[in-house]
C-alpha cells in the first residue's frame, strides 16, 4: 500500500469515528416510557387498600422515589418528618407574635429584593473596573458589616453581661 492510500483510509476512519450515529445513539425513538428510567431505590409493595390511593399527580413524589436527605436523617437517628414545613413552631409563637405585633406587609420579600438590586447597582458602580480577580459583594455590603467585637465592647461598656468571645485578630 502507498502513502497516500493509508492517509485516505486514516482519514475516513477518523471522520466515521467522530459521526454520532449508529450504535452510540441509545435515545428513545418512540413516544413510550423509557423502561432504564425506573430506578426503584426501595422495594415495591402493594398498598393495604387499593380503593384509598391517593389520585396520581404528574410530577409528583412517590412512595418508592428516593429521598437522600430524609434517608440519612433517619440513618443518624433523627426525625425524617423535621424535613417537611409545618408552619411556625409552637414554641416560637409568642417570638413570631412579638415580631410581628406592628403588621407585617405581604410582599416584603418582593420589597426587599427590588431594595437590595437598587442598593447593589447604587453601590456596585464604580465596582466593574477591576484589575485583580476580587470578592465584589463583600465590598458592596461591607458597610453594613457587624463588628461583633466592637458590639462586644460597647455592650460591656453600658453593663449588659456577654459571653466571651474569641480573641481578636489584628
Known amino acids: 500500500m502507498t502513502l497516500s492510500r493509508i492517509a485516505i483510509v486514516v482519514a475516513v476512519l477518523a471522520v466515521a469515528g467522530c459521526s454520532n450515529q449508529g450504535l452510540r445513539d441509545l435515545r428513545s ?4 416510557p423509557d423502561e432504564f428510567l425506573i430506578l426503584p431505590s426501595k422495594p415495591l409493595q402493594p ?21 437522600p436527605k430524609a434517608d440519612a436523617i433517619a440513618a443518624l437517628g ?5 424535613l417537611v414545613d409545618q408552619g411556625v413552631p409552637s414554641s416560637d409563637a409568642v417570638l413570631v407574635s412579638y415580631a410581628s405585633r406592628n403588621g407585617v406587609p405581604e410582599n416584603i420579600r418582593e420589597t426587599t429584593s427590588a431594595e437590595d438590586e437598587q442598593f447593589r447597582k447604587r453601590r456596585g458602580r464604580l465596582t466593574s473596573i477591576q484589575l485583580f480577580r476580587t470578592d465584589r459583594y463583600n465590598q458592596v455590603y461591607r458597610p453594613q458589616r457587624l463588628d461583633s467585637f466592637a458590639a462586644e465592647r460597647r455592650a460591656r461598656q453600658s453593663g449588659i453581661p456577654t459571653p466571651t468571645n474569641p480573641p481578636e485578630f489584628q
Not at 47 to 67: K, R, V, Y
Open 29 to 32: 425513538t418512540g413516544a413510550g
Open 47 to 67: 398498598p393495604s387498600n387499593f380503593s384509598e390511593l391517593p389520585e396520581p399527580t404528574p410530577g409528583g413524589a412517590n412512595l418508592t422515589d428516593p429521598q
Open 78 to 82: 433523627g426525625r425524617p418528618s423535621a
